[in-house]
């Protein structure tokens, strides 16, 4: 997660030259950004260079990154008569530039690596529309909640719908699998997740084209995993804050799952990422169906050398496994 970024020298030269959401909807960027980064890592799969947040515009809603202020969604959703006032537009439409980039980016990429395409989760994409951007707290997000239940269903029920047709776009564009994230659902009690958000998520899973890999990401969610897992996605992403093999006990050993080291260890020294990658792949246990990543995306000052080291590590390690187990 967060392959090509601020760590990386590549991209900073081009972010100087370029305001992100520029960067964001210039295919060419997006397919230089993608494609650099994965060869600089040499990671089995590419992520599409995008952000969860282009969708707030296909909302109806102006969207803004102000340098080193984050997100700011200058009309947030407050009421009832806002959510009415959000479009559902077509994606072609107001998204047509992310298709473009995954048509290109796929292009440019090496035929045998798959491209992961994304969205964020209809919670927490309505955390930011209710925010108005980042939050610690998310005190405005759960009033409008428990305020007015009806109006919180019919608010992520529309994101939900707009986000479906966004993640079906990008497979008709070219991607082989979509990940979801919900970077921000583990600020929720395990009963308000079960029944205000889980639902609003599977609906969008279902109605993914059949065949198409689904990964489920989320931050926090050890307390509510089994809820979390049942949204109805391939995979199951799982952060640091939980054992891979607690967790994996958990969602069933039929469930393939994606995690999880803590991206602060990428910022320490060579051989304690080599460490802890070892440590994660024996929680693993040479299953099938392990996906090695991060529990959350790299961070800026991450050397990009021990990024690299990483990814070598996991695959030197898991063909000694495979070669140990026959």
Known sequence: MRQAGRYMKEYRAIREKNAFLKICKTKELVAEITVVARRKLGVDAAILFADILLIVEALGLPLDFPKADGPLIAKPVRTAADVDALLEADPEETLGYVFDAVRLTRAELEKDVPLIGFAGAPFTIAAYLIEGGSSKDFEKTKRFLYEDPGRWEKLLAKI???????LTGQVHAGVQAVQLFDSWAGCLEPSEYREHVMPHTAAVFAAIPAGVPTIHFGT?????????????STVVGVDHRIR?????????????????????????????????????????????????NLGHGILPDTPVENAAALVETVHETSRGIQEFLG
């Open 160 to 166: 939900s719908r707009v986000t479906a047709r966004y």
């Open 220 to 232: 926090g969610t050890a307390p509510f995993l089994e809820s979390f897992a049942a949204a109805g």
């Open 244 to 292: 891979l093999d607690e967790a994996w006990q958990r969602i069933g050993y039929d469930r393939p799952i994606q995690g999880n080291m803590d991206p602060l260890v990428l910022c320490s020294s060579l051989e304690n990422v080599k460490n802890h990658a070892a440590m994660i792949l024996d929680q693993a246990r040479g299953r099938a169906g392990h996906i090695f």
